[in-house]
Each structure stands twice: as structure tokens, then as C-alpha cells.
């Protein structure tokens, strides 16, 4: 497997996204929102709250990018590096608040339509793993249940992808 998710030619130069685990991916979603408390007006925005975290996966010529190299890249350089941290999972079923399907990485999912409850009980167990938890509260991988350990290290874009799933409105 490649070193990196994708490698797009930009005005800036060669910019690689690296792979990256769930946890490197919540740890810089708190960074953005840090920056978005401490400058609403300059990074409240989601599109500019992951932008900051694209740039944390980022490199152009070895070096890491910045919100200042993105902000000289052109829209469709951008898409690309983003498409490739967020790609959908595949929904087979949907049926009585439980969606199956495969992430990202080919593993297959079964997962309850969140609830209230399940909101609860991840804040219960730590507000800090909260994401964490709230995926292993709801989400067994190939038929198994999973701790929130495991979904710590996980794929980063199978927890982009699953977190995408539970905030969807349930079609029954």
C-alpha cells in the first residue's frame, strides 16, 4: 500500500495526503475547533474546519502545508485532496433503524440508527472519546462488536465515513 492517499499536481507543487487513523483525525478537528473559538469569523466555518485539517495531512515538497498554501491552491486542486479523505461508505440495507454496508477499507458494517440514548451513554464514558464510543455503541465490523479502542484505530476515512452515516435522517 502507498505511503500516501493521493498525490495531486498543484500550482503549490506535489501535494500528498498521507493515510491516517481516527484518532489523528479528531485530534486535528479539535485544533480546528480551537482555532474556530478563538476566530469564528476566520475558521467557523465547516469547509474552513476541514481545510485545517487537510492541511495537518498535507505535504507539498516534504513540508506540511498551511491554510496559506491552500489559500493560494485553485478549487478543483482542493477538491481532489478532500475527496480523497472523505470517500463514502456503500449502503446495501436500510431497514428498521439498522443500515449494513462497507467502508472505505472494504469491511463490512451494520450499524444502529443513532439515538438519543446513544449520544447519552458516549458521553458518559468520556467526554474526550466520546466519537469513540458513540461509533462502538452503534456499529459492529463484520459482524463483530467493536470497542471504542478499535475505532481509535481505525482508518481515518472509515470513521469520516461511518460518522457520515450516523448523522443521516433515517428513510424507513
Same mark, same amino acid.
Given at each position: 500500500m502507498s505511503e500516501y492517499l493521493i498525490e495531486v499536481q498543484t500550482s @503549490?507543487?506535489?501535494?500528498?495526503?498521507? *493515510?491516517?487513523k481516527a484518532?489523528?483525525? @479528531?485530534?486535528?478537528s479539535k485544533e480546528a475547533a480551537a482555532l474556530a473559538a478563538a476566530d469564528p469569523l476566520q475558521y467557523g466555518s465547516m469547509e474552513a474546519l476541514f481545510m485545517n485539517v487537510l492541511a495537518g495531512l498535507t505535504t507539498i515538497d516534504g513540508r506540511t502545508i498551511t491554510i496559506a498554501d491552500l489559500d493560494e491552491m485553485y478549487e478543483d486542486e482542493i477538491t481532489k485532496l478532500t475527496e480523497a479523505l472523505s470517500p463514502a461508505a456503500k449502503i446495501d440495507n436500510r431497514e428498521n433503524g439498522i443500515i449494513t454496508g462497507s467502508l472505505p477499507s472494504g469491511? @463490512?458494517?451494520?450499524?444502529?440508527?443513532?439515538k438519543g440514548k446513544h449520544m447519552r451513554r458516549a458521553g458518559e464514558l468520556g467526554e474526550d472519546e466520546k466519537p469513540f464510543h458513540f461509533v462502538a455503541?452503534?456499529?459492529?465490523?463484520?459482524?463483530?462488536?467493536?470497542?471504542? *479502542?478499535?475505532?481509535?484505530?481505525?482508518?481515518?476515512?472509515?470513521f469520516i465515513a461511518i460518522k457520515n452515516i450516523g448523522g443521516e435522517v433515517p428513510k424507513n
Open positions: @503549490q507543487g506535489l501535494a500528498k495526503v498521507r *493515510h491516517f484518532h489523528e483525525f @479528531q485530534k486535528l469491511c @463490512q458494517f451494520e450499524m444502529e440508527l443513532p455503541l452503534t456499529t459492529k465490523i463484520d459482524g463483530n462488536p467493536i470497542s471504542h *479502542h478499535d475505532v481509535r484505530l481505525w482508518d481515518g476515512r472509515d
